[in-house]
């Protein structure tokens, strides 16, 4: 009988290590990002994506705050590609210390029928659902909003919260079946072109000689 992998994907436990991290961001200053693509374990993969995509929700805020410059503007734009890479790349490192753990089992199955969606996938979704929580159950709090846009956001929040639910109990579904060696699912390279200087023609093209 295949024994269980060390890696347990419990996706009600990535949900509550992403709310914490959170809460506990927008009290303290983040961390800086070390090391993204090399992660030691599946816990650090998991904070490093949603650091990845914390920064970007509050970098796309400040590329549309009114008084903001053209030039700050691009700067932002900058640090949204930058934290946009890690994010990636750190999804990719989601799925490949799994499948490193799923291996050591003979999983997944390589018969068993292709899931087209990642576990690193899944957890990046649920990573932004985890802030669209936090930013819309703060607009719910608002002392200088109409009560009109306190009805709104909770209503918004109601959804919010119940579609990361649904697709957290995907994500345990889907774990399932791959220890059962009824799915599979292999790693996606995303392959991203802007950030390189030579499969961007907006800079190779201009760039001197």
């Known amino acids: 009988m295949t024994k269980t992998p060390d890696i347990l994907l419990d996706a009600q436990a990535i949900v509550a290590l992403q709310d914490a991290l959170t809460e506990e961001w927008h009290q303290v200053s983040v961390p800086n990002a070390v090391g993204h693509t090399t992660a030691p374990d599946f816990t650090a993969a998991i904070r490093q994506q949603h650091q990845a995509n914390f920064e970007i929700w509050h970098l796309e805020d400040e590329a549309r705050a009114p008084h903001a410059t053209g030039s700050e503007i691009a700067e932002v734009k900058r640090g949204i590609d930058r934290a946009n890479q890690r994010r990636n790349d750190v999804m990719e490192r989601c799925d490949a210390l799994l499948l490193e753990a799923l291996a050591q089992h003979g999983l997944p199955v390589p018969e068993a029928p292709l899931h087209s969606e990642t576990p690193g996938m899944i957890l990046d979704r649920l990573s ?21 846009h306190i009805r709104r956001n909770r209503e918004r929040l109601r959804l919010l919260e119940e579609q990361r639910s649904d697709l957290a109990g995907c994500l345990d579904q889907l774990w399932a079946q791959i220890l059962r060696g009824e799915r599979r699912f292999k790693l996606y390279r995303q392959l991203k072109m802007y950030n390189d200087p030579s499969l961007n023609p907006a800079v190779y093209r201009k760039s001197p000689g």
């Open 128 to 148: 932004i659902l985890t802030l669209k929580i936090f930013h819309t159950r703060e607009e719910t709090m608002r002392g200088d909003a109409s009560e009109s």
